[in-house]
C-alpha cells in the first residue's frame, strides 16, 4: 500500500531509470528525465524566496512532460498544483488567479500576463527547462502529506464564477491505492492513452496510475485530438494497453474503423468516467475488443475522481437498459438520501451522498459553498452530490441524472447558471438562459441558448449569431458555447417570478 505518493513515484524512478516515460507524438522522456527534473525544479522551489512555503503553483499547458514533471517536482517541494489547459477562457482564469491566489505560474505554453490581473512570477518553458537541465539532487523532508492539498482543481460554479477544491494527499492515496489494486487487475508497466486534459480530474486516472506502476504514458495533444484524421491515422501505431477517458471519446474513436481489436491488438483494458457509460457504446466496444475489460465508474471532483466501479459484463450489455456505477471503493460509503433522511429500501430513488477518506475537506475560500455541500456523517467527511440514484438489491450503485441543474457534457461538469453567465457578458445580449439538449439515452449532447437580445442592426439571425459568438471567442470555453440559438422577446416565469428554466429544458426536448 502506497501511504507517500512522492517516495512512491521516486521508487518507480529508480526502478525503471532508462524506461521511456512519457511519449508525447515521438517526443519521448524517461524515468530518469522525470527523477531528475522534478528533483530540480523542488530543489529550485525551495530557494525561491518569492514562492511561499505550502502555495499552489498554477501548471499552464496542454500534454506536456514538463506539465507532468512540474505537478510532481510541486508536491516534492510541498506545493499542491493547479492544471490550467491551454486557451482557457479569461474571467475563467481570473477567476481561477483571485481564488487560489497563487504567486508562481510555471507556463508551458504561452501565458497571457498582459491580458490579467495577476502580479505573481510566470516562469516560462525555456526557463524551466533551464532548471530542468541543472540536475540538481534533492532529498524528500518536506513533501505534501497528509491532509495537505495534493492539487486543486477548478469545477464550475452556480454564480458564474467556478469553485476551487482542494484534493488532499489523504484523498489522492486512497484513490491510488484503489486504481492499483485488484478492482481493476490492471497489470503493472501498461502504457496508458494519456487523451484527458490535466484540468480534468479523470486525468489521474491515466497519468498517476501509470507513474506509481512504472507505466508509460503515449500522450495526445489537444491539436491531434481535435484533427479526426491525423487522430484515427496515429491512434493504432500508439499500442496502447489502457484507454482512459470519457464516454463521449471513446464514442469519438468507434468512428474509425482501426478502432477494433485486429488494428490495435494491445488494448485490452477500458476505464471510463465522467458522464454516463451506455448499453449501446459497450455493445460497440465489444464487438470491436471481444475480450476487453471495460470498467465503469463514478465520482465527482469533490472526492478525488471516482468512487465507485464495476467491470461491465456482456451479460449487463444484454439484459440492462443502463449500467450500473459500480460498488463502493474502500474506505468509501456511498448512501442514498431523500428528505434529509437515508434511504434504506433497494430501488428508492433520491440523492447520492459520499462519505469517507475521499471526500475533500470542502471548496477553496468558499465557506458558504462548503457548509451547504459538505458535512459530517457519523464522524465522517460527507458531499451531497447533487446527482439522483439508487441502490439496486445486489448492491450496485446506479446513477439517474442529476438533481439540480448541473449537467455533464462531453465529459465536462457544467452549470447552466455558469453558461448563462458567460452569454451575458456579450453585449449583444441582454438576457440568456441556456439549456441542454438529450439524446434518447439522457445524455445532454450540446446546449441550446434562449436569448433576448440587445437592440441591434443585424440583417439576420444568423448575423447576430456569428456576431455573439465572435463577441465571446476569449470570455467562455469552447465547451460551454451553446450550439443553437434560439432567440425570443421574453421568458415563462414560475410562480414566484423566476424564469421557470424547466419548462424551456422541456421545450428544448419534446
Known sequence: MISNIAQAIDKQAQAHLDKVFFDEMGTTHTYRDLLESSNSLAA??????????????????DHQFEMVAGFIGGIKAGHAYIPVETNTALPRLQSIINTAKPRLVIAIDEFPTEKLDYDGAVLDRFELQQIFDQQTPYQLDHEVLGDQPFYILFTSGTTGSPKGVPISHTNICSFANWMLG??????????FLGQTPFSFDVSHMYWLTSVLSGGTIKALPLPVVQNFGQMFKVLPSLKVNVFVGTPSFGEMLLLSRDFNAEKMPDLQYFVFCGEELTVGTVKQLFKRFPDAHIFNTYGPTEAAVAVTSCEITKDMVAHDKRLPIGVD?????????????????????????????????????????????FFMLNGVKAYRTGDAGFISEDGMRHIIGRMDFQIKLHGFRVELDEVRASLERSQYIKQAV?????????????????????????????????????????????????TQFVYVDSFPKSANGKIAVKQLIAEANK
Do not use: C
Not at 434504506?344 to 477553496?364: K, R
Not at 443585424?458 to 451553446?482: C, G, H, V, W
Open 329 to 373: 471503493k474502500p474506505g468509501v460509503t456511498t448512501s442514498i438520501w431523500k428528505d434529509n433522511k437515508q434511504v434504506t429500501e433497494h430501488d428508492v430513488h433520491g440523492e447520492i451522498i459520499i462519505a469517507g477518506d475521499s471526500v475533500a475537506n470542502g471548496y477553496l475560500n468558499n465557506p458558504k459553498k462548503t457548509a451547504q455541500n
Open 182 to 191: 485488484d478492482s481493476f487487475n490492471i497489470p503493472a508497466e501498461q502504457t
Open 434 to 482: 441556456a439549456v441542454p439538449k438529450y439524446n434518447r439515452n439522457h445524455q445532454a449532447t450540446h446546449l441550446i441558448a434562449y436569448v433576448i437580445a440587445q437592440p441591434n442592426d443585424f440583417e439576420n439571425e444568423q448575423e447576430l449569431t456569428k456576431a455573439i459568438r465572435d463577441s465571446l471567442k476569449d470570455q467562455i470555453m469552447d465547451y460551454m458555447m451553446p
Open 44 to 61: 529550485w522551489l525551495d530557494k525561491e524566496q518569492s514562492v511561499p512555503a505550502g502555495s499552489p503553483i498554477i501548471f499552464y499547458g
